[in-house]
C-alpha cells in the first residue's frame, strides 16, 4: 500500500494504481505552480518597464529607484523575515500548549506574526494564555519590530537618497531641487 496526500486528505491506494482523482490533482498543483510562476514574471516585467519610461521622468525615477535600491532591500526583508520567524517561534512555542488556533503550529504562528504588523494579533488570547510572559513577550515584539524595522527602512531611505544625489543619470525631485538651487552666498 501506498499512502499519498492529496488535498487535505490521506489516501490508501495500491501501488498500480492510477486514478482520475491522481491526475486532477497533479495537474491541478502544475496549474497553480504555473499561475504563481508566471504572476512573478509579469510583476518583474512590469517594475522593469517602469525603466524604460523615459516620456515620464516620475516614472523613470521610481524605476531607477527600485532598480538601484533591489540589493538593499532584499537585506532589509531577510532581517525582517528573520526577526518575524524568530518571533513567531517563541510565540509558538509559549502559546501552541495554551490551544490557541492562531499559534497552534508553526506556520499559524508565522501567519499571526505577520498579521501582527499590521495590528491584528489576538493580545487577549495571548494575556488569558500568559498572564506574565505574555505581555512582556508581545511589548518585546512591538518595540523590536517597530523601532528596529522603522529604523532599518529610515536609513535604507537615506542610503538611497544619497545615492541618488551622486548619480547624475537619475531624476528625483529632492535632487534636482537642490543641485539646481542657487548659492545663498
Known sequence: MLRSLVGSEMCIRDRGANTRTDTFWTLALVQAAWQTILGLACFCMLVKGLKYTRNVPIMCSIGNTFAHAMVPVGVLLLVVFFLLFG?????????????????????????????GLLGDIDTDGIVAA??????????LYVTVVLFVGNASHLSLRELTSVDSFHDPDRLDLRVLLCRDAPDPS
Open 87 to 115: 518571533f513567531a517561534v517563541v510565540f509558538h512555542i509559549k502559546l501552541a500548549v495554551a490551544q490557541m488556533d492562531s499559534f497552534s503550529s508553526l506556520g499559524a504562528s508565522l501567519f499571526s506574526v505577520f498579521r
Open 130 to 139: 500568559s498572564p506574565t510572559f505574555g505581555p512582556m513577550l508581545y511589548c
